[in-house]
């Protein structure tokens, strides 16, 4: 039973790592700010999850475990409204997003 | 694992680094140096388990998460109005 | 009001309770006086009411959450397959979304999910329309096709 968790939890964090590591990428790589915001999401989200819930898991029944879920619910409510700042001030601020498509 | 974990992390911060100082814009710094924050709050997580004191620095990780928001919001703010005093652009002003 | 009052009062014990972990009279004198300061600070504030405390979506948000981190899961593989690709196969556009959600805090909940799921980002609301940023077609599409959209609208019903 210990070992399963532990290996879920390692897992998690594997998973949480390599998606972070991805978003960094992203960040490098993509050609402007809004899709770089698509690039960030990706740690913001998914890296940012599976990293803390593989160290809850590692964390067992405690104090520590709300502490770390609470962590990943103000992530998940603070990232969003600042991609969202962000993005809408860049459009404000830009005016001329990189589209694939350039009539709009 | 927690080691591999803080290692990509700090990988990842670097390219989020290299992003800040290449900009171009100013929204590609913030949004950079958000991304930084992000992965700073999961870091000091990870040092937590790493060091054997989660306990102690996943205050510290909550107490980074909701500064670093601030800060960003801040930021984006001041580069948008140039004052931190204004409440409302003109432009919000028919909506609300 | 006074209902508002009550439960932002026990949450805030249950939040205090969690970060102090701390069990003397001392330090649990001291979260009752500043949950009660917040309480008070509220109530002037006159934030104490059903879009302050959203406690209608509660039942709501337990079933949409599971969707959602499961729509999150599937656009983010498919935003890191995009970008690991040394081909960079993106097609980025701006598209316009109705919100017809009735509250505020509804139109928000879709928004904020619209930009929590990879590959799209909300920019900006106005006339219950949203612009949104795209990063693929295909995301584009699966944001038109108006599922997200349903399922908050019926978070919000109930």
């Known amino acids: 039973m210990n070992l399963a968790l532990d290996l879920i939890s390692d897992a998690l964090l594997v998973i949480g790592a390599l998606f972070t590591l991805v978003g960094g990428i992203g960040l490098l790589r993509l050609p402007d700010v809004f899709t770089r915001l698509h690039g960030a999401g990706i740690t913001d989200t998914l890296g940012a999850g599976a990293i803390l819930l593989g160290l809850a898991l590692a964390a067992g029944w405690s104090l520590l475990l709300g502490k770390l879920l609470l962590l990943l619910a103000i992530l998940a409510l603070l990232n969003p409204s600042a991609s969202h700042a962000l ?18 | 694992m927690f080691t591999l974990t803080g290692i990509a992390l700090l990988v990842t911060m670097v390219l989020a680094l290299i992003r800040a100082i290449k900009g171009p814009t100013v929204y590609d710094r913030i949004l950079a140096s958000n991304a930084l924050g992000t992965k700073t709050v999961l870091m000091i997580a990870v040092l937590g388990f790493i060091v054997g004191e989660p306990d102690l620095y996943i205050d510290i990780a909550l107490m980074y998460a909701l500064i670093g928001f601030i800060g960003t919001v801040a930021v984006l703010k001041v580069s948008e109005f140039g004052d931190l005093g204004q409440a409302q652009s003109p432009r919000d002003g028919d909506k609300s | 009001m006074l209902r508002y009052a009550l439960i932002l009062f026990f949450v805030l014990c249950g939040a205090w309770l969690l970060l102090s972990g701390q069990w003397t009279v001392l330090l649990l004198s001291l979260g009752i006086a500043s949950v009660l300061l917040v309480v008070l600070c509220a109530k002037r504030l006159g934030i104490l009411d059903a879009e302050g405390l959203p406690l209608r979506l509660l039942p709501g948000l337990a079933r949409y959450a599971p969707w959602l981190a499961g729509q999150i899961i599937h656009a983010s593989v498919d935003v890191a397959r995009r970008i690991v690709d040394p081909r960079l196969p993106i097609s980025p556009s701006i598209i316009h979304v109705d919100a017809g959600q009735r509250s505020a805090v509804g139109r928000v909940s879709y928004a904020n999910s619209i930009t929590l799921t990879p590959g799209t980002i909300s920019l900006d609301v106005a006339d219950n329309q949203i612009e949104v940023h795209a990063l693929t077609d295909d995301a584009a599409e699966e944001l038109t096709r108006g599922e997200m959209a349903r399922r908050v609208c019926s978070m919000e019903d109930e």
Do not use: N
């Open chain 1, 87 to 104: 993005a809408r001030a860049a459009r404000h601020g830009i005016r001329r997003p990189w589209l694939d498509d350039p009539k709009i």
